[in-house]
């Protein structure tokens, strides 16, 4: 069977914003409900999506690494099992060098240095029907490779900013790099995140965000939940209690996800019907 995965990068150059919940709980929601080959690529040096992940299969020790790949020029080789699906290639600190092993690898050729991702990404696609990857929040190698690697941006947009500048910030850069480097990249969706325990949506936010950015944005909400914290620290799971009723928690942290899936999915559809990717 031919595949040719779709690459979705989760961005916003804010820390904090929940970027790293929505990748892992997109790719777990992809893997297991959907029942899709899903590849999680981990970017961010701090390896935050790597730790859930392993802990969501039970994994205590990882000997494999992008930054592995990044040096032998193989992404393929890095990529470890989480559960049935749901496959990770791992991040730990050495790739806070990214910068220096680019430049190592392509010392005068700017263009194959912010490309690379892209290029070692390739063989993977026909493995998998979606790759999402986890970014740290800057403007960077980081972001750059992983834009431009990528078919779709989703945007964490947080309702509780009292303007849109992160979400905003993020979209013009990355329509500055699709022109600079000639590349073909859309806004998915933007998925409005809402963090603080107890807080309300801003509404106000919310309108001016669909008044710029219309259908883009999402209808579904993520709120605050205490079981995606828990998340963090026991990995993401689905319990089924002895009535064989699924844990409610459980459910109600995954049904959100499930939704935000189906509203990014109808986008896709869209996108894809005008053959623009
Ligand atoms: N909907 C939610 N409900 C409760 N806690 C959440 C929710 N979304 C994210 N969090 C928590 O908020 C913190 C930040 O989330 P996350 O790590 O996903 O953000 P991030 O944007 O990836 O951060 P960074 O910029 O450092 O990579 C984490 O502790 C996470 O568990
Ligand atoms: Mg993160």
């Not at 990882?62 to 496959?87: A, C, P, W």
């Not at 500048?165 to 480097?181: K, N, P, R």
Request: charged share 25%; glycine share 6%.
């Amino acid at each position: 069977m031919s595949m040719s995965g779709k690459v979705y990068v989760v961005g916003n150059f804010k820390g904090g914003v929940g970027k790293t919940k929505v990748v892992t709980m997109l790719a777990y929601q992809s893997a297991v409900t959907k029942n899709k080959k899903t590849l999680v690529v981990d970017l961010d040096p701090q390896g935050n999506a790597t730790s859930v992940l392993a802990r969501t299969g039970n994994i205590t020790s990882i000997d494999k690494s992008i930054t592995e790949g990044f040096k032998h020029e193989n992404l393929v080789d890095q990529v470890t099992n989480i559960i049935d699906n749901l496959d990770l290639i791992p991040a730990n600190t050495a790739f806070r060098n990214l910068s220096k092993i680019l430049i190592e690898k392509y010392p005068d050729d700017e263009n194959a240095q912010v490309f690379y991702l892209r290029e070692l990404l390739e063989p993977l696609k026909e493995h998998y029907d979606a790759i999402y990857i986890d970014v740290p929040p800057t403007i960077s190698d980081y972001s750059d490779t992983a834009m431009l690697a990528a078919d779709y941006c989703i945007i964490v947009l947080q309702t509780q900013e009292l303007s849109l500048d992160g979400a905003s910030t993020y979209i013009a850069y990355m329509q500055y790099l699709a022109d600079t480097y000639d590349s073909n990249l859309n806004v998915l969706g933007l998925i409005p995140m809402m963090l603080r325990k107890g807080g309300r949506v801003d509404e106000e936010i919310l309108q001016q965000a669909k008044e710029k950015y219309g259908n883009n944005v999402l209808n579904t909400v993520i709120n605050y939940q205490e079981r995606l914290k828990v998340y963090d620290v026991e990995g993401i799971s689905m319990k089924y209690n002895v009535n064989g009723k699924l844990d409610m928690w459980d459910k109600k942290a995954h049904q959100v996800f499930e939704n935000v899936l189906a509203e990014l999915e109808e986008h896709e559809q869209y996108f894809e019907s005008l053959g623009i990717n």
